[in-house]
C-alpha cells in the first residue's frame, strides 16, 4: 500500500484501501461488536481455544473418515491374526496388537465415531430437553416451575453411574442410541437449572419490560428478548458436558453395560486390555489416551468459550 | 358491562368529550408477605390530545406504579387493581382481554424507560430493535424496517444514523440510547407517550436536549406525553399541567405555572423550595424533613401529616378529599387556603 495522507484532524484508525474509515471505532476492534462476533474475535486469540479446536477437528474427521488414517478395517474378522496376538509397537502395527491379534492403531481410530456420536447426541439432547424446558419453567415460574424444579431434585438425587447401569440394565441392549439415553435422562435437569437461572435473571431486564411495554406478545419476548441474552450458558456447560458424556460412555463400556462387542469403544478396548495389562501394556494406553485426549479437548474449548462470552467468570 | 357492545379495542377517532385518556379511581396494591402494600389510593388524572401532563412525586409515591398499570405490564401476582379505570378514548383498558392489550402497547400508548441502556436487547443491533416493531406490528420485510429505522433514527437526531444502524446498545452514550429508546416507542406513532424518568440517568446538558426532543416529537404528532419524573426543574418548560403525588394519592392538580407562582399544598411547596437557586448561594438548601411513608404502615388522616408544617389536629385524623382550588386546580389538603396564602411554613 502506498503511503496515504491521513486527512488532518486525523483519525486513528490505519487506512485501509487507502481510505480512511468511517466511524469512531478503533483500528483493533472486531469488526462485528456483537456478543458472539465479539467473542469470536477473542476466542482466535486464545492458544487454549486454537489447541482444542485442532484436537477436536482432528477428532471429527477421524470419526467421520477413519478410512484417512488406516487402511485397515477392524469390523472385518480377516483383518486380525490369533498368532500375532499381543505384538509390540512396529511398523506394521503402530500400536501393537491386542488379545485376539487385532490391530489397536486401527481400532482405535474407529473408536472415535462412537465416542463422538455419544457425547453428541447426549449433548444435543440434554440441551433441547433441559434448555426448552427451563425457559419455559423460569418463563413462566408458578406451578409449572415448582413441578419441573422438584423434578430435577429428584434426579439430582440419582447417583449417576448407579442410574446409567439401571437403565441400561433394562434395555438390556448396549448401543449408542442406549447409552446416550441412560446419559440424557440422567443429565437434562443440569442444563434445565442453568437456562432456567438464566432467564429469570434475563427476564427481570428492563429490556424485557420494555419490550413488553412496546406491545411485544409472549412468545416473542421468551425467544426473541430472553433466549439471547440466557443461552451464553448453556452453550459453555454443553460443550464442557459433551466431554464428560464421552467419558461416562467409555465408563459405561468399560464396565459391561454399554456399548459391546463387536462396536468399538475405548472403554470396551481399555477393558479388554486389562488382564494383561503387564505383558501388553499398549493395548490399554492409546485408546486410553485418545480418551483422555478427546475429553481434555472438550473441558478446555468449554473453558475458552466461557472465558469469552463471560469476561466476569474468569 | 354488555358483552356485546364491549369494544375490543379503542377507537381509532376521539369519541365526542373524551379525553386521550383518563385515569379514574385507580388502586393498584402488591400483595407481598408482609402484608398489602397499597401503592396506589385512588388516582385520577386525565390527557389530552398535544398535552403534556407531568406527574411528580418522590420514589414510592405511586407515580411509576400507575403508569405501568396504564400499560399492563405490572406482575400480576404480585400486582393487583381492586378498583378504577383507565380510558383509552373511552374504552377502559383494564376490562380488556390481554390479547387486546398487547395491541394497545406499542401502537396507541407507547414508554420509555429511565436508564436506556437496561432497556435496550445487548444481543441485538439499535437498527434490529427499531425495526422489530414494524416487523411485528407491521409485518414489514427486513429490509423495509431497516429503512424505517434509520428515519426514525433521522428523526430523534442521531449522527450518522445510516452508519450506526447497525451498532450495537453498548456502542452509544447514554443520551443516544435515550433517543433510540425514544425512536422505538413512537414508530408506530402512539397517541400516548409516558416517559417514566427519561432523563434522570443523563447528565444535566443532555437532559435539556431529550426534554426539548420531546417536547418537540409531541408537538409535531400531537400525541399526549406523559411525564414521570422527581425532579421539579425538569419539567417547568415542558408541562402543561402537573400532578403531584405523595404516598399514592395525588395531592396537587393544577396547571404549571399556578404551581410554580402558589402551590396549594404544604409537600408542593417543600418541594419547590428544595430546588437549588443561584440567587440563594451560600445557603443552606431547604429539605422536607422525615421520611416517605411507609406504604404498609401508612400515617393516620392524611398521609403527609407526620412531615407537614401546617399540620392541625383534624390532619391526623380525616384524609383530605381533593378540594376544588379553581376551576383548574385542585389540592388535598385540609388548609389549602393557608398555605396558599403563604401565611406559614
Not at chain 1, 502506498?2 to 471505532?25: E, N, Y
Request: glycine content about 8%.
Amino acid at each position: 500500500m502506498s503511503d496515504t495522507l491521513v486527512p488532518a484532524g486525523g483519525k486513528t484508525g490505519r487506512p485501509k484501501h487507502g481510505k480512511p474509515r468511517r466511524g469512531t471505532r478503533r483500528a483493533k476492534a472486531p469488526k462485528d461488536a456483537s456478543l458472539w462476533g465479539d467473542a469470536w474475535y477473542d476466542l482466535r486469540r486464545r492458544p487454549l481455544f486454537v489447541g482444542a479446536s485442532f484436537l477436536i477437528t482432528v477428532l471429527v474427521v477421524m470419526a467421520v473418515f477413519p478410512s484417512l488414517f488406516t487402511s485397515v478395517n477392524p469390523f472385518d474378522a480377516r483383518s486380525c491374526e490369533l498368532a500375532d496376538a499381543r505384538l509390540g509397537m512396529s511398523e506394521a502395527h503402530w500400536f501393537g496388537t491386542d488379545n485376539l491379534g487385532c490391530d489397536i492403531y486401527a481400532r482405535t481410530v474407529h473408536g472415535a465415531r462412537n465416542s463422538i456420536v455419544v457425547g453428541l447426541a447426549t449433548t444435543v439432547v440434554t440441551a433441547l430437553v433441559g434448555g426448552l424446558l427451563g425457559l419455559f419453567a423460569g418463563f413462566r415460574g408458578g406451578a409449572l416451575d415448582t413441578l419441573l424444579s422438584r423434578i430435577t431434585e429428584i434426579f439430582f438425587a440419582i447417583p449417576s453411574i448407579l442410574g446409567a447401569l439401571l437403565i441400561l440394565a433394562v434395555f438390556r441392549t448396549g448401543n449408542v442410541w442406549t447409552v446416550m439415553l441412560a446419559l440424557a435422562v440422567l443429565t437434562w435437569p443440569m442444563t434445565y437449572r442453568i437456562m432456567r437461572a438464566a432467564v429469570i435473571t434475563a427476564k427481570n431486564q428492563d429490556y424485557v419490560l420494555a419490550a413488553r411495554a412496546l406491545g411485544a406478545s409472549a412468545w416473542r419476548i421468551m425467544f426473541r428478548h430472553i433466549l439471547p441474552n440466557a443461552i451464553a450458558s448453556v452453550i459453555v456447560v454443553a460443550t464442557i458436558n459433551l466431554g464428560y458424556f464421552i467419558a461416562a460412555e467409555a465408563g459405561l463400556s468399560f464396565l459391561g453395560v454399554g456399548l459391546r462387542s463387536p462396536d468399538i469403544s475405548w472403554g470396551l478396548m481399555i477393558s479388554d486390555a486389562r488382564e494383561r495389562f503387564l505383558e501388553a501394556p499398549w493395548a490399554l494406553l492409546f485408546p486410553a489416551l485418545f480418551l483422555s485426549l478427546t475429553v481434555l479437548a472438550f473441558i478446555m474449548l468449554g473453558d475458552a468459550v466461557r472465558d469469552a462470552l463471560d469476561p466476569k467468570l474468569r | 358491562m354488555k358483552r356485546t357492545s364491549a369494544p375490543t379495542v379503542p377507537p381509532e377517532e376521539a369519541p365526542d368529550g373524551e379525553p386521550l385518556l383518563v385515569v379514574d379511581d385507580l388502586h393498584v396494591e402488591f400483595v407481598t408477605r408482609q402484608g398489602v402494600v397499597k401503592a396506589v389510593n385512588g388516582v385520577s388524572y386525565s390527557l389530552n390530545p398535544g398535552e403534556t401532563l407531568a406527574v411528580l412525586g418522590e420514589s414510592g409515591s405511586g407515580k411509576s406504579v400507575t403508569a405501568q398499570a396504564i400499560m399492563g405490564i405490572l406482575d400480576s401476582p404480585p400486582a393487583r387493581v381492586p378498583r378504577g379505570e383507565i380510558r383509552f378514548w373511552g374504552t377502559n383498558l383494564l376490562a380488556l382481554p390481554e390479547e387486546a392489550r398487547t395491541r394497545v402497547r406499542g401502537r396507541r400508548i407507547a414508554m420509555i424507560f429511565q436508564d436506556a441502556l437496561s432497556a435496550l436487547n445487548p444481543v441485538f443491533t439499535v437498527g434490529d430493535q427499531i425495526g422489530e416493531m414494524f416487523r411485528v406490528h407491521r409485518g414489514a420485510s427486513r429490509r423495509d424496517a431497516t429503512k424505517k429505522a434509520i428515519e426514525l433514527m433521522d428523526r430523534v437526531r442521531i449522527p450518522a444514523a445510516r452508519q450506526r444502524v447497525h451498532d450495537y446498545p453498548h456502542q452509544f452514550s447514554g443520551g443516544m440510547r435515550q433517543r433510540i429508546m425514544i425512536a422505538m416507542s413512537i414508530a408506530l406513532d402512539p397517541q400516548v407517550l409516558i416517559a417514566d424518568e427519561p432523563t434522570t440517568a443523563l447528565d444535566v446538558t443532555v437532559q435539556a436536549q431529550i426534554m426539548e426532543l420531546l417536547g418537540e416529537l409531541r408537538r409535531e404528532s400531537e400525541m399526549g406525553l406523559i411525564l414521570i419524573t422527581h425532579d421539579l426543574g425538569v419539567v417547568a418548560d415542558v408541562a402543561d399541567k402537573i400532578a403531584v403525588m405523595y404516598g399514592g394519592r395525588i395531592v396537587e392538580n393544577a396547571l404549571v405555572h399556578d404551581i410554580y407562582r402558589r402551590p396549594a399544598h404544604p409537600y408542593t411547596k417543600g418541594l419547590l423550595a428544595s430546588i437549588p437557586r443561584v440567587d440563594q448561594k451560600g445557603r443552606e438548601l431547604y429539605a422536607i424533613k422525615g421520611m416517605p411513608p411507609n406504604l404498609l404502615d401508612m400515617p393516620t388522616g392524611c398521609a403527609f401529616h407526620p412531615r407537614c408544617s401546617y399540620r392541625q389536629d383534624d390532619c391526623v385524623v380525616e384524609a383530605p378529599p381533593l378540594y376544588e382550588i379553581g376551576p383548574t386546580r385542585a389540592g388535598a389538603c385540609h388548609h389549602w387556603r393557608e398555605v396558599l396564602d403563604g401565611s406559614r411554613g
